[in-house]
């Protein structure tokens, strides 16, 4: 039995993958679409490397199907920037240096872009709560906490 | 026997290695920086060193005025790869943008036993810095020859030499142009004084962190090939399973999937993931499974037959202790991946690991093939805190390619991360103290039962210590971790240290400055103290304040905690002072000693590796609980700078005090002594 055909909106661009219905999103971003930003980190949803926003909202891609996300506009890291210009919260953990090895940074980012579109202007307790799925082994939680609080207030001032 | 090839290099592999570097890097000038061992070791034989098995680095400036450093060392989060380029734009008056700096090629740089230990600030900067200082002078010289100008008029600067008149000025790469010059560096090439730096000494911020937020940064997980195809390993359910049989029928009847199997290596491959998964789980594998041990009988299995240990007679009074730590897993957030190519002749591996020479000879020898034709590439890491000294998913991903002649692609997941890569060694120490009527230590015998013997030494002084590491079988397959022993083998001091005080009725912190002459040491133990307000104010009843110190590597730290406990210890502040000689980079540097710190909370709270039976069962990180945002206390870091020592790592002793500060402050709030890790109540 052939396999269907999604159609997917990634990063604005429309896209097309033929996958079984229960394909992770995470397996269609990385292998099938060769966008790699999005990160494997536990395929069962509980580190947070895989964020990406599915119409706006945070989503695991490794416990998200592929098919439940047809026809919904999904950003991952690479289409987060506008051009060359980068997004308030990459600039604000390039300005905190908030990573070590990085491999969480781009789940970490996808994370808060979901809680900033939200809520624009989250409280400290907020931020951690929205923040407590993401990992970070190298444990760069501190400067990460600075830099949402960073890019929560550049995008107030940007408006 | 040379004491090279005792080393483990392959002299003929690097011939070809050097063979290599010269046509690929054409003419200009080559520096090679000499370990100062081997250096030590030609010098003795009276023998001109030969270049370039006793090369640890490399500084090449080209024709084209690009200037390539070379090194073994890697890149998994520590930021060796900008502190090593601050190291030479220094030495060489380049901004650091100039420096292209290649880690962990085995192809290209100079063989090096691994990232590890601490040794890339104290071995590696020194080493780049003496070669990008010897190159300079190269530069100087030729400028002078040139010109027929004093070398001493000339001036440096962005890249340029110039004369004192300003009149004649060439860059690097005009000054190089038409030579061949090869130098090894001597220790007589001066560097540049402390007061003179622009680069190193200074916060430079991370080289490749903007294509880290934007996700172009490729890590051997992200890498893939033409026709690659992505293998799964069929894994044996417990320890010393062993494969009875096996039916392939099932998995090899879904499109495009290759079984391989070499006797109990049993893995397949498929042109896409999600169909190299479900032919794993379609695979029928029977196993003979043999009983195993599990974390109930674990510390009396690792003190089998042992002695008893003897308290001194006729001291003024004595302590026994016994304290125990758990197998705890490294759990890289990048596990472990390699894309392996065969072309017929040459085995190339691209994977992370801390040790890319150890993992050629790896390949090599699984392959049984020559390490000259294995080439290991180490892509800036996902962390391994010392997890990654083997190249397991290298060498399977190797067997694979070779086996069916296309690239493969392997990427372990999380559950064979938790359950099939080595693991912190678990342990038990027991110690046995006597302290005079002055309140001096006078007796110290202290035995480690499997976790290892680093960091075993008493930095107190007593006469006579006896402190042995006694090796053990451990149920589990045990290795490396961030600091190794010296966690564990620190706890059991330190809080052994603060049962002592309170035996004796003093405050910790003045019984340790009693038996403390290290006046580093002494330093940050009362800079920590000071910070979080040590000998202040009584804290509420449920809180208390401990305090811990410790060195390893070189540098030293103590951290002081506040922890208020009811039903859990929740620590409310931490305060840390580190001490690792001349700071290279302050930023860069804080960031290590915090993350350690918050890195060493999950050991010291919650982590535990679950198993029984041979089966480790805290397979995911929803079993195997690390410190996440909410585990993040309010934190100081108190960074002492010693522009009057050398500059040694930093990346590890930060994590050895936390655990005994904080369950010396449980002690201090509840009476309640904690000597197990991770800390209960």
Same mark, same amino acid.
């Given at each position: 039995?052939?396999?269907?055909?999604?159609?997917?909106?990634?990063?604005?661009?429309? $896209?097309?993958? $033929?996958?079984?219905?229960?394909?992770?999103?995470?397996?269609?971003?990385?292998?099938? +679409?060769?966008?790699?930003?999005t990160k494997y980190g536990c395929g069962e949803g509980a580190c947070g490397a895989c964020v990406v926003l599915?119409?706006?909202?945070?989503?695991?891609?490794?416990?998200?199907?592929?098919?439940?996300?047809?026809?919904?506009?999904?950003?991952?890291?690479?289409? +987060?920037?506008?051009?060359? $210009?980068?997004?308030? +919260?990459?600039?604000?953990?390039?300005?905190?240096?908030?990573?070590?090895?990085?491999?969480?940074?781009?789940?970490?980012?996808?994370?808060?872009?979901?809680?900033?579109?939200?809520?624009?202007?989250?409280?400290?307790?907020?931020?951690?709560?929205?923040?407590?799925?993401?990992?970070?082994?190298c444990c760069g939680y501190p400067r990460m906490l600075k830099a949402i609080h960073r890019a929560a207030r550049?995008?107030?001032? $940007?408006? | 026997?040379?004491?090279?090839?005792?080393?483990?290099?392959?002299?003929?592999?690097?011939?070809?290695?050097?063979?290599?570097?010269?046509?690929?890097?054409?003419?200009?000038?080559? /520096?090679?920086?000499?370990?100062?061992?081997?250096?030590?070791?030609?010098?003795?034989?009276?023998?001109?060193?030969?270049?370039?098995?006793?090369?640890?680095?490399?500084?090449?400036?080209?024709?084209?005025?690009?200037?390539?450093?070379?090194?073994?060392?890697?890149?998994?989060?520590?930021?060796?790869?900008?502190?090593?380029?601050?190291?030479?734009?220094?030495?060489?008056? /380049?901004?650091?943008?100039?420096?292209?700096?290649?880690?962990?090629?085995? %192809?290209?740089?100079?063989?090096?036993?691994?990232?590890?230990?601490?040794?890339?600030?104290?071995?590696?900067?020194?080493?780049?810095?003496?070669?990008?200082?010897?190159?300079?002078?190269?530069?100087?010289?030729?400028?002078?020859?040139?010109?027929?100008?004093?070398?001493?008029?000339?001036?440096?600067?962005?890249?340029?030499?110039? #004369?004192?008149?300003?009149?004649? @000025?060439? @860059?690097?790469? =005009?000054?190089?142009?038409?030579?061949?010059?090869?130098?090894?560096?001597? %220790?007589?090439?001066?560097? #540049?004084?402390?007061?003179?730096?622009?680069?190193?000494?200074?916060?430079?911020?991370?080289?490749?962190?903007?294509?880290?937020?934007?996700?172009?940064?490729?890590?051997?997980?992200?890498? @893939?090939?033409?026709?690659?195809?992505?293998?799964?390993?069929?894994?044996?359910?417990?320890?010393?399973?062993?494969?009875?049989?096996?039916?392939?029928?099932?998995?090899?009847?879904?499109?495009?999937?290759?079984?391989?199997?070499?006797?109990?290596?049993?893995?397949?491959?498929?042109?896409?993931?999600?169909?190299?998964?479900?032919?794993?789980?379609?695979?029928?594998?029977?196993?003979?499974?043999?009983?195993?041990?599990?974390?109930?009988?674990?510390?009396?299995?690792?003190?089998?037959?042992?002695?008893?240990?003897?308290?001194?007679?006729?001291?003024?009074?004595?302590?026994?202790?016994?304290?125990?730590?758990?197998?705890?897993?490294?759990?890289?957030?990048?596990?472990?991946?390699?894309?392996?190519?065969?072309?017929?002749?040459?085995?190339?591996?691209?994977?992370?690991?801390?040790? !890319?020479?150890?993992?050629?000879?790896?390949?090599?020898?699984?392959?049984?093939?020559?390490?000259?034709? *294995?080439?290991?590439?180490?892509?800036?890491?996902?962390?391994?805190?010392?997890?990654?000294?083997?190249?397991?998913?290298?060498?399977?991903?190797?067997?694979?390619?070779?086996?069916?002649?296309?690239?493969?692609?392997?990427?372990?997941?999380?559950? =064979?991360?938790?359950?099939?890569?080595? /693991?912190?060694?678990?342990?038990?120490?027991?110690?046995?103290?006597?302290? %005079?009527?002055?309140?001096?230590?006078?007796?110290?015998?202290?035995?480690?039962?499997? @976790?290892?013997?680093?960091?075993?030494?008493?930095?107190?002084?007593?006469?006579?210590?006896? *402190?042995?590491?006694?090796?053990? =079988?451990?149920?589990?397959?045990?290795?490396?971790?961030?600091?190794?022993?010296?966690?564990?083998?620190?706890?059991?001091?330190? #809080?052994?240290? %603060? =049962?002592?005080?309170?035996?004796?009725?003093?405050?910790?912190?003045?019984?340790?400055?009693?038996?403390?002459?290290?006046?580093?040491?002494?330093?940050?133990?009362?800079?920590?103290?000071k910070g979080i307000g040590w000998g202040g104010a009584k804290p509420p009843k449920g809180r208390g304040f401990?305090?811990?110190?410790?060195?390893?590597? &070189?540098?030293? /730290?103590?951290?002081?905690?506040?922890?208020?406990?009811?039903?859990?210890?929740?620590?409310?502040?931490?305060?840390?002072?580190?001490?690792? &000689?001349?700071?290279?980079?302050?930023?860069?540097?804080?960031?290590?000693?915090?993350?350690?710190?918050?890195?060493?909370?999950?050991?010291?709270?919650?982590?535990?590796?679950?198993?029984?039976?041979?089966?480790?069962?805290?397979?995911?990180?929803?079993?195997?609980?690390?410190?996440?945002?909410?585990?993040?206390?309010?934190?100081?870091?108190?960074?002492?700078?010693? !522009?009057?020592? !050398?500059?040694?790592?930093?990346?590890? #002793?930060?994590?050895?005090?936390?655990?005994?500060?904080?369950?010396?402050?449980?002690?201090?709030?509840?009476?309640?002594?904690?000597?197990?890790?991770?800390?209960?109540?």
């Open positions: 039995m052939e396999e269907p055909l999604l159609s997917l909106t990634v990063n604005g661009l429309a $896209r097309e993958v $033929r996958a079984a219905g229960d394909t992770s999103l995470l397996e269609v971003l990385r292998n099938d +679409l060769g966008l790699t930003g599915v119409d706006g909202a945070a989503k695991r891609a490794c416990v998200t199907p592929a098919s439940e996300v047809v026809g919904k506009t999904i950003t991952t890291i690479e289409g +987060l920037a506008q051009g060359d $210009r980068l997004h308030p +919260l990459q600039e604000a953990f390039l300005d905190e240096g908030a990573m070590q090895c990085g491999y969480c940074v781009p789940g970490m980012i996808m994370s808060a872009a979901g809680l900033l579109g939200k809520n624009p202007n989250p409280s400290e307790p907020q931020i951690l709560e929205a923040m407590e799925g993401n990992v970070c082994r550049a995008m107030e001032a $940007r408006k | 026997m040379t004491e090279f090839e005792e080393s483990g290099l392959d002299p003929k592999a690097l011939e070809v290695t050097r063979r290599q570097i010269l046509r690929s890097l054409g003419g200009g000038i080559l /520096v090679f920086a000499l370990a100062p061992d081997i250096l030590a070791f030609a010098q003795r034989g009276g023998q001109r060193p030969t270049i370039p098995q006793e090369v640890d680095a490399w500084v090449h400036i080209g024709t084209d005025g690009r200037i390539g450093v070379m090194t073994g060392k890697v890149e998994v989060g520590q930021n060796a790869r900008t502190m090593l380029t601050q190291a030479a734009a220094e030495e060489l008056l /380049v901004p650091p943008e100039s420096i292209h700096l290649t880690m962990g090629d085995t %192809d290209l740089v100079p063989f090096d036993m691994g990232t590890f230990g601490s040794r890339t600030t104290p071995t590696m900067v020194p080493q780049i810095r003496k070669a990008a200082a010897a190159a300079r002078e190269a530069l100087l010289g030729l400028a002078a020859a040139k010109w027929g100008v004093d070398r001493a008029s000339l001036k440096l600067e962005q890249g340029r030499v110039t #004369t004192a008149d300003g009149k004649r @000025s060439a @860059s690097y790469g =005009e000054l190089a142009r038409g030579q061949k010059l090869e130098t090894p560096i001597s %220790d007589d090439t001066p560097l #540049t004084p402390i007061s003179d730096w622009r680069t190193l000494g200074t916060s430079l911020p991370k080289i490749g962190a903007r294509d880290i937020v934007t996700g172009k940064h490729t890590y051997a997980s992200d890498l @893939s090939r033409p026709g690659m195809l992505y293998a799964k390993v069929l894994r044996a359910p417990s320890f010393g399973a062993t494969l009875e049989s096996l039916n392939t029928q099932d998995a090899e009847a879904i499109a495009g999937v290759k079984v391989f199997r070499d006797g109990s290596f049993v893995a397949v491959a498929a042109p896409r993931l999600r169909d190299a998964e479900r032919a794993l789980e379609m695979l029928k594998a029977r196993w003979s499974e043999k009983p195993q041990p599990s974390n109930k009988e674990l510390f009396a299995l690792l003190t089998e037959g042992a002695e008893k240990q003897a308290l001194p007679a006729g001291a003024h009074m004595t302590l026994q202790g016994r304290y125990t730590a758990e197998f705890i897993a490294h759990a890289p957030l990048e596990t472990r991946a390699a894309l392996a190519e065969w072309d017929g002749k040459k085995l190339t591996v691209h994977t992370g690991t801390q040790r !890319p020479f150890g993992v050629r000879g790896e390949v090599a020898s699984a392959l049984g093939i020559p390490e000259a034709q *294995v080439r290991v590439l180490v892509p800036d890491t996902g962390s391994g805190y010392g997890g990654k000294h083997s190249g397991d998913a290298a060498v399977e991903a190797a067997r694979i390619a070779k086996a069916l002649g296309v690239p493969i692609k392997l990427v372990w997941t999380r559950r =064979e991360e938790f359950t099939h890569a080595y /693991v912190r060694p678990a342990g038990v120490v027991e110690i046995a103290s006597g302290v %005079d009527a002055g309140g001096k230590l006078d007796h110290w015998q202290f035995d480690n039962y499997n @976790s290892g013997g680093a960091g075993l030494g008493c930095p107190y002084g007593v006469a006579d210590p006896r *402190v042995e590491h006694h090796e053990r =079988e451990s149920p589990l397959r045990q290795g490396s971790y961030r600091a190794l022993a010296t966690t564990f083998n620190n706890f059991s001091r330190e #809080t052994h240290m %603060d =049962e002592l005080a309170h035996a004796l009725g003093l405050d910790p912190l003045e019984f340790r400055l009693r038996n403390l002459s290290e006046p580093r040491l002494r330093a940050v133990l009362e800079a920590a103290a401990g305090i811990a110190c410790g060195t390893d590597k &070189g540098s030293v /730290v103590a951290s002081a905690v506040e922890v208020e406990v009811d039903s859990a210890i929740r620590v409310l502040r931490i305060v840390n002072a580190f001490e690792c &000689g001349k700071i290279l980079n302050p930023d860069h540097l804080k960031s290590q000693v915090d993350g350690g710190i918050l890195m060493g909370l999950g050991g010291a709270l919650f982590e535990r590796v679950e198993f029984a039976n041979g089966r480790i069962l805290s397979d995911g990180f929803s079993k195997y609980r690390v410190p996440r945002f909410s585990d993040m206390p309010p934190m100081e870091t108190l960074l002492l700078d010693r !522009p009057d020592l !050398p500059s040694v790592g930093g990346g590890e #002793t930060p994590i050895i005090a936390l655990a005994p500060a904080i369950g010396n402050a449980v002690f201090a709030a509840t009476g309640k002594r904690l000597r197990d890790l991770p800390l209960t109540l």
